[in-house]
Structures are given as structure tokens and as C-alpha cells.
């Protein structure tokens, strides 16, 4: 529920309602409905009008096969199935050498791979199951200034309107982003590996129907990927996420449509027919980072703010959710017991029990970055035995699906 003033005291003040912490508070509050765990989420942005026009611009992200089994047990895949495009098909190629790898749903025994939903889809509906929600308390719009460690979790003090007001929580969850001025407020830094490539991010129109494929072709600059997306106005439509090595990203940015064009298709293909439409790009610099302090008495970090991934095989924000959901799991269980979810031991527990699957997320998609971006023969001749390994090899394929799938 959306208030106008906190309360003085929170067992858990979650800082950022964008996707992941919106999505830990709604989990929380599902696991914790026996245990009166007080939640309250600070957000900067104000809510606004969520009725607001599609675009064909729209930005999406893809959601692994386990983070719809987290949104159903949340309670609102019901509202995301409408929106979401599924992903049947997974073709994976290499550019310049002959062979397709192909992940079929069927295979995996499951409806999808994964989906693709446009962020303002999901915003709207993690939005209004916050604003719904009987035990979640939301600030929106309101700022953290500070947050001083205390014997028993953190004094915050935050701004809201023209008033400051402090509040004390026994756990604050830090998931406000990679750029989180909080955490460098605490003095918690990051390992941080440069790829010196950037991420060219645009929605494309296409002459075929994608019919639910999603391509990963690898190039020497690195991944190029095609998401399928719902249609916009009778345009069969695209997301496409082109890997290229840093400097280059601003001329692909300022070209014209019909040179952006003739340079994605010299490395796509026609696979879908024509490309008829290029919407607006954005870039972004790409690299591996690490907090090396992801707990803290009365603190934890989650999603970007914890670690970011190469934006290869889709995992960053599918690993944000499994570690919410392990969290959220982890405190539930710890105030039935009666302990507290600032205390060390509890937090130690959780990222025990995540470690595992954050390292080998972070190696999985650091090792296709480096392997796949490279034209060093040694490596040309390792991915294609690899993509010829996954086609002739089912249960190599099957653990390459599961990994893709986050099960």
C-alpha cells in the first residue's frame, strides 16, 4: 500500500522498487504471512500514470523458465502471462561458420525456454501488486541520505517531500542498482573486469513473423541477440541486443537507418525476412562486476548492485531473482524461529546457500563472452566442436538448455 509517512521502525526496509526489489518485498510478504514481518519499500521514482501508451520502442528483458516458477509462487504470473512472449526456440550460430544448434521447449519438457516482457509491462504489474498489498508499506517518490550501522540493524535516514525523517530497520536490502550511491556511501566496493565491449540495445521491425525463436548468433565483436516480442501495430517485431567492441558503439548509435541496417544483416542474416524498422538505440558499457561485501549486520545487496553479468544469455536479472527468492526463503524461516533478518548468521546462511549459483552464473556467461568473441583460431575451432558437441550430444544440449532455463 502507497503511504505518505513511515513508520519509526521496519524489520525490513527494502531501498529500490524497480524489479528486483519490488519483486523481493512481494516474495517476502508471501513467505512471511504467519510471521508479521513489517515491509516497507523506498522507491526515488515516483509511481506516475501506469496507463501510459505502448511504444515501439519499448525496452524488454527475458525471464528464464525458473523465474516464471518465482512469479507464479508470487502470485502474479496470472497478469504477466497476458504480456509476456514466449520462447519456443532457442537457435544458436556461430557468424562466418556453418550449424545451427537448436533448443526446442518440447526437449526441455516444458510450455517455454523462457519469456520476453517489456519492462513497463512488468513495472505495472510488480507495481500494482505492491500498491495491493495489505502488508507492504511504499514510499514513492522518497531517497535514502544516509544509513549508519547500529547493535541492531541500520538507522536510515531518508527524504520524503520537504521532510526528513528517520527510520530504523533491522534489515535494509540494498537493490537500487549498479550505481547505487548508498553502497559507496558505506565504503563497499566492487571487482570489477572491463570486457571493452558495449551493448547495443534497439527493438527492430521484421518481414516474418518470428513464431516464438529467439537467436544467439556469435560474432567476433561478440553476441548478437533477437528476442521475439509481441507486435506493435501490426509489426512483427524484435529486441535486439548487439555485442561490439567498445568505440564502435556510438557510430551504430548516430547512423542512418539504412547503414545500421545493411550492417546488422551482413551479420544477422534474413532470417526473418527483411528488417523493416529500427527503433531508437541506446548503448551501454559492458562488464563483470562483484561486490566484495554482499553482507553486512543489517545489510544485504541484491540484483545489480550485488553483481552484474555480460548481458549473454540473458542470466542477469533470472540470477537477481533466485537470490531474492532464496533471501526471502532464508528470513521468512528465520522470524518463525524467532531470530532476526539483520543478524550475520542468518545472512551468512542465505549467501551459503546462493554462492554456488552466483559463481557458476558469472562462469558460465564469462566463459561464452571470452569464447565467443574471439577470432583466435584456437577458439574458432573450440566453439564449433562445442556447437557441434551440443547438436549430436543430447545430454550436453539438455544441460545447456538448463542452464539457459536458470534450473
Known sequence: MLIESPRNEYDVLVVGGGMVGASFALDLARR???????????????????????????????????????????????????????????????HGHFGVTRLHHSEQGVEALGYVVENRELGTVLNAALTASPVIELLAPATIQSATPRTEGMDVEIELADQRKKINAKLVVLADGGRSPLCAQLGIDHSRENYEQSALITNIGVEIDHGNVAYERFTESGPLAVLPLQEFEGQARCSLVWTVKSGNEQSLVDCSEEEFIQQLESLYGNRLGFILKVGQRFSYPLSLTEAKEQIRPGLVLLGNVAHTLHPVAGQGLNLALRDSACLSETIANAAEAGRSPGSMAVLQSYLDQQTPDQHQTMLFTDQMTKLFSSAQLSKVITRKMGLLSLDLVPTLRQEFARRAMGT
Open 32 to 94: 512471511s504471512a504467519n510471521s508479521s514481518i513489517s515491509i516497507c519499500v523506498i522507491e526515488a521514482v515516483a509511481l506516475g500514470d501506469q496507463t501510459n501508451q505502448p511504444s515501439f520502442d519499448a525496452r524488454s528483458t527475458a525471464l528464464a523458465w525458473s523465474s516464471r516458477a518465482i512469479y507464479e509462487a508470487m502470485g502474479v504470473w496470472k497478469q504477466l502471462a497476458a504480456v509476456v512472449t514466449p520462447i519456443e526456440e532457442i537457435q544458436v550460430s556461430d
